[in-house]
């Protein structure tokens, strides 16, 4: 499941309306293939990829699956370790809980170092950034004392600093973190004359076998791939941090500003992107569901659905939907077809549809490619115009 080796089910029937381009308003047509069926999504994240890449699946996406992280287990983290003794050596006013997972495991990890660490957070106020990080407080048996509504730490941040907790200077602060520094939030507490303690659960490094992302580095190089998910900061910087290695986050950022589409499971992991110039998609909610849902309605849409004679055609990343049919089809003849359906109607030369062939070639390339699109569509689509090129007659 590590591997950038993509795996692909086969479409299923549910019904999807096409999008609309300035050539031709798209007919309001059912179409039998998945709404993901022809597109490849690459998963970077580490923790509960499976589930993640079960979600595109059952939408028929091909997904690819690429860590560009791992987590430092918590049983042999000696930095977390001397993090919790540190906030055990004197009493702790305030405890900002950042992640359930996070602060769940942190009071778990003390536990089996025979560490008090639940009893000497028992005189603290203990916020948590959200439900799931309010749900692990109950759960170790401590009382959560105040939650943003944004979920943020933008907005724990500003409550802290309006006074709302008490007068910050001299006053201890422990703030659990998830992979992310939170430098801002630690840096605006420390500003107000705070001691902070950061406690950096669940640390991100890169993997221990490099070879899954640096592929998908190169097939995003490409453009390979048809959108990459990503569900934390550190998956994103990870990534970037491969593509530079290998000589290759130029044409990444390209890719990702054209074809490829980045899909950001909220803000704060989109931030790497946004640091690199790479615009992100985003679900309203910060879970994989909603991240799901947010690629299924955005890889679609980008696609126009085309009227062709009396056919409809949407060309998607490695194959095509003719008549709610999904095609799949080889790189040359997709490349062919994506670049008529650029400009359905209009004669495309030969000499630029040279140009898209992925291999090259010359004049004798694109007749073969056009000969195989137009055996494996089954439907005479794609039209001859003598001397010049091909067309989509619309």
């Not at 110039?277 to 696609?303: F, K, M, N, Y």
């Not at 898209?356 to 001859?384: F, I, K, Q, W, Y």
């Amino acid at each position: 499941m590590d591997s950038a080796e993509p795996r692909h089910v086969p479409a299923g029937r549910t019904p999807h309306d096409g999008g609309v381009t300035d050539h031709v308003h798209a007919p309001e047509a059912a179409t039998d293939a998945l709404p993901l069926a022809g597109y490849t999504v690459a998963v970077t994240a580490a923790r509960r990829k499976e589930e993640l890449g079960a979600l595109l699946d059952r939408r028929g996406a091909r997904v690819v699956y690429a860590p560009a992280i791992r987590i430092v287990p918590l049983a042999d983290d000696a930095e977390l370790v001397a993090a919790t003794r540190e906030v055990l050596a004197q009493p702790v006013d305030l405890v900002v809980a950042t992640t359930g997972v996070g602060f769940r495991g942190w009071l778990e990890a003390a536990a089996t170092w025979d560490l008090p660490l639940v009893e000497h957070l028992r005189s603290a106020r203990v916020l948590a950034r959200g439900p799931k990080a309010r749900g692990a407080i109950r759960g170790g048996g401590l009382v959560d004392a105040w939650s943003p509504e944004s979920e943020s730490s933008a907005e724990v941040l500003s409550h802290l600093l309006s006074g709302a907790e008490g007068p910050l200077e001299g006053r201890r602060i422990a703030v659990q973190l998830h992979g992310d520094p939170l430098a801002d939030l630690v840096a605006g507490l420390r500003a107000s004359g705070a001691e902070v303690v950061t406690v950096p659960v669940y640390r991100w490094v890169l993997p221990e076998d490099v070879a899954p992302v640096r592929r998908l580095v190169s097939t995003i190089a490409a453009g390979g791939v048809d959108a990459v998910t990503f569900t934390s900061a550190p998956a994103a910087a990870g990534l970037l941090t491969v593509a530079d290695e290998l000589g290759l986050l130029e044409d990444v950022v390209t890719a990702m500003n054209g074809r490829v589409l980045a899909v950001a499971v909220g803000p704060v992991t989109a931030g790497p992107l946004d640091a690199a110039g790479i615009p992100s998609r985003q679900p309203e909610r910060a879970r994989l569901g909603p991240l799901a849902r947010e690629v299924e309605a955005r890889l679609p849409e980008r696609d126009p659905l085309l009227q062709i004679g009396p056919h409809t055609l949407q060309v998607r990343g490695y194959a095509a939907v003719l008549d709610g049919r999904l095609v799949e089809l080889a790189p040359g003849p997709m490349a062919v077809l994506r670049e008529l359906a650029r400009r359905p109607g209009h004669v495309v030369p030969r000499a630029d549809l040279v140009a898209a062939l992925p291999s090259g070639g010359d004049g004798h390339a694109v007749e073969m490619a056009v000969t195989r699109l137009r055996a494996a569509l089954g439907t005479p689509v794609v039209e001859d115009e003598v001397q010049r090129g091909y067309r989509l007659e619309l």
